[in-house]
């Protein structure tokens, strides 16, 4: 139900070897090294390279992370470009077990708003699975507009939460303190002490440090800032490739065996 969600919820790396094969034991691993302090895990998404993995790749982090979850919610990434698509990815989803899915707009620079809705519309009335709406600009080449958030969350049932990556943390502060009923979760580091009303935080961050994340919820002040900044420069979180540094680093503590990332298996 809407409003169930909060916290840090983790957005999962993918722990590949250098085969590019889906390591099951790095994500139980990974998986442990986070239960305590998070409130769900999110699979497959961005810092899990989403986009890139193969429909192997994916259903097996995602069953994995399901597997291994012992009780915290396993919230699917979907990152393909159409509705068809993200609808028959989704129902893989349903059946190992995800208690949601997280599914970006459709690609394209040219997809309208009133498209943006339809997508939403047309993956609820495919499935009973709930939808967190994941707002970027990166990979999609579009976003959606504070008028459509509004109106997919009051008339689209099963809206669960809403990752907000616009990047603007007053249209954040906007979404969350609109009295919709449905979570926002600022998914940047570096606006966490701007994004004010949110319930959460969905970042990379989350992996290595998600007591630091929880802390920053709690006691959103500057100093707090600045810290989390001085650890996402250390740990390569603001780079273009942060999912690579994240990876290299947990690796260096164990967590994963492997820091290899998608492009590297492929390379290989």
Known sequence: MPGTYSGTIVPLITPLDPHGTVDERSVARLVDHVRAEVSGLMPALTSGE?????ARQWHDVVAYTVEHADGLPVLAG???????????RARTAAALGADAVVVTTPFGADVTQDAIVAHYRSIRAALDLPVFLY?????????????????????????????ESSGDAAFTREMAE??????????????????????????????????LCNAML???????????????ERYGVFRDDWYRWVKKELHRRGVISSPT????????
């Open 50 to 54: 989403g986009w890139a993995l193969d």
């Open 135 to 163: 707002n970027e600009e990166a990979l999609s080449g579009n976003r959606i507009a504070f008028e459509t958030l509004l109106r997919i969350c009051k008339e689209i049932p099963g809206i669960v939460g809403i990752k």
């Open 218 to 232: 709690v006691d959103p002040t500057p100093d707090r800032q600045a810290e989390i900044n001085t650890v996402c």
């Open 261 to 268: 990332t998608h492009e590297e298996a492929k390379a290989a």
């Open 78 to 88: 979907i990152q393909l470009p159409d509705t068809d698509a993200v609808i028959e």
């Open 178 to 211: 609109a009295g919709t009923g449905i979570p926002v979760f600022e998914g940047w580091e570096n606006l966490l002490v701007d994004a004010r009303g949110i319930q959460g935080f969905i970042g990379p961050l989350a992996n290595l440090e998600p007591g």
